[in-house]
């Protein structure tokens, strides 16, 4: 009789938890609907097409249901893009300095590789994202006067 307690003060918490669960998988599922709605051409593209041909339909389908220009589109995916490097490069920043000491110690060469190619890459993102702020500033500049 105790243990049958016991276990209903374990499922109790854990109840709350799927519940909480289930609630947020169901306001996810819900954005997912509004936002496949509006680019789901994209996301058919780059499972039906090889090489992610999606990413080249999507801002097609964005501009259309957003009335918004294609080039304005496509801007939105190019730094989506961007941002999805930056958060890869984070990821790998942090693998780098939180459990890289173990990878440095047992392959000292692939990990100064890893941390050259990473150094590069964040270079590079951060040099693509300056260029569009500056470009995004002055084009803003340009058309207030």
């Known amino acids: 009789m105790a243990r049958a307690v016991a276990d209903d003060d374990v499922c109790q918490p854990r109840d709350s938890i799927v519940s909480l669960a289930i609630s947020a998988g169901t306001a996810r599922a819900h954005a997912l609907q509004k936002r496949l709605s509006r680019d789901g051409g994209g996301v058919c593209g780059n499972t039906l097409l090889p090489?992610?041909?999606?990413?080249?339909?999507?801002?097609?389908?964005?501009?259309?249901?957003?009335?918004?220009?294609?080039?304005?589109?496509?801007?939105?995916?190019?730094?989506?893009?961007?941002?999805?490097?930056?958060?890869?490069?984070?990821?790998?920043?942090?693998?780098?300095?939180?459990?890289?000491?173990?990878?440095?110690?047992?392959?000292?060469?692939?990990?100064?590789g890893v941390k050259w190619v990473g150094a590069a890459a964040a270079t590079g993102a951060a040099a693509a994202l300056t260029v569009l702020f500056v470009v995004a500033g002055d084009r803003l500049a340009w058309a207030g006067r």
Do not use: C
């Not at 490097?85 to 300095?97: D, G, K, R």
């Open 51 to 112: 090489a992610r041909a999606g990413e080249v339909i999507r801002p097609y389908f964005l501009a259309r249901h957003e009335g918004m220009s294609a080039t304005g589109a496509f801007a939105t995916i190019v730094l989506e893009r961007l941002l999805d490097t930056v958060t890869v490069l984070v990821l790998l920043a942090s693998f780098v300095f939180f459990f890289g000491r173990e990878m440095g110690e047992a392959n000292p060469a692939v990990f100064a």
